[in-house]
């Protein structure tokens, strides 16, 4: 529940592929390790790095709440991503919940909306570092009832691949044949 990387200042209405291809272009730029990657909405590309959801296949908890088990690999993949984004979204929430600046438009100059929002998300990290209990986690709670070092190969750009493609199928596949067979 802590940032890793903020890259303020770009318009809401720029596509998640395009400012996620400029973070990685920056000299001192958001790092991804070969080998390790980062769980995506079904707004990115499914490739090395970045692990999408199944397009067109159920995806969100709300969807899993009052119907049957899933079917199929896909489903049981895109529930179980489901799940872990959820996390993403909840340190969201309590960014925003902590800090009243964040909830509303903004009227400040684009460079200091950018300081602002880089600087809240450092004081949220400090304060999920450092405090037992976040005073902010529980105050959401109630309103809603990886060390990266330079020895390592980075990925440098974002794009699909067979090969990334079919490696998610067989870690959905092995997934979902694991649940299956805990359940009997």
Same mark, same amino acid.
């Given at each position: 529940?802590?940032?890793?990387?903020?890259?303020?200042?770009? #318009? *809401?209405?720029?596509?998640?592929? +395009?400012?996620? !291809?400029?973070? &990685? %272009?920056?000299?001192?730029?958001?790092?991804? @390790?070969?080998?390790?990657?980062?769980?995506?909405?079904?707004?990115?590309?499914?490739? #090395? *790095?970045?692990?999408?959801?199944? +397009?067109?296949? !159920?995806?969100? &908890? %709300?969807?899993?709440?009052?119907?049957?088990? @899933?079917?199929?690999?896909?489903?049981?993949?895109?529930?179980?991503?489901?799940?872990?984004?959820?996390?993403?979204?909840?340190?969201?929430?309590?960014?925003?919940?902590?800090?009243?600046?964040?909830?509303?438009?903004?009227?400040?100059?684009?460079?200091?909306?950018?300081?602002?929002?880089?600087?809240?998300?450092?004081?949220?990290?400090?304060?999920?570092?450092?405090?037992?209990?976040?005073?902010?986690?529980?105050?959401?709670?109630?309103?809603?009832?990886?060390?990266?070092?330079?020895?390592?190969?980075?990925?440098?750009?974002?794009?699909?691949?067979?090969?990334?493609?079919?490696?998610?199928?067989?870690?959905?596949?092995?997934?979902?044949?694991?649940?299956?067979?805990?359940?009997?």
């Amino acid at each position: 529940m802590e940032f890793i990387f903020v890259l303020p200042g770009w #318009e *809401g209405s720029a596509s998640d592929s +395009r400012v996620l !291809r400029d973070a &990685l %272009s920056r000299p001192n730029g958001l790092k991804v @390790p070969t080998g390790y990657y980062y769980l995506v909405d079904a707004g990115y590309t499914n490739g #090395e *790095g970045f692990l999408a959801p199944y +397009r067109g296949t !159920r995806y969100h &908890l %709300s969807e899993w709440r009052d119907s049957c088990a @899933p079917a199929n690999h896909e489903e049981y993949f895109n529930m179980k991503h489901a799940s872990a984004r959820n996390i993403i979204e909840r340190c969201f929430g309590v960014l925003k919940m902590r800090w009243a600046i964040l909830r509303s438009p903004s009227f400040y100059p684009i460079s200091i909306q950018i300081k602002i929002i880089t600087a809240c998300c450092l004081i949220h990290n400090l304060i999920r570092r450092e405090m037992a209990l976040d005073p902010g986690e529980a105050e959401f709670d109630m309103s809603n009832d990886a060390d990266i070092s330079g020895d390592e190969d980075i990925i440098g750009s974002i794009g699909s691949s067979d090969q990334w493609t079919n490696w998610r199928n067989e870690l959905a596949r092995h997934m979902f044949d694991e649940w299956r067979s805990r359940r009997g």
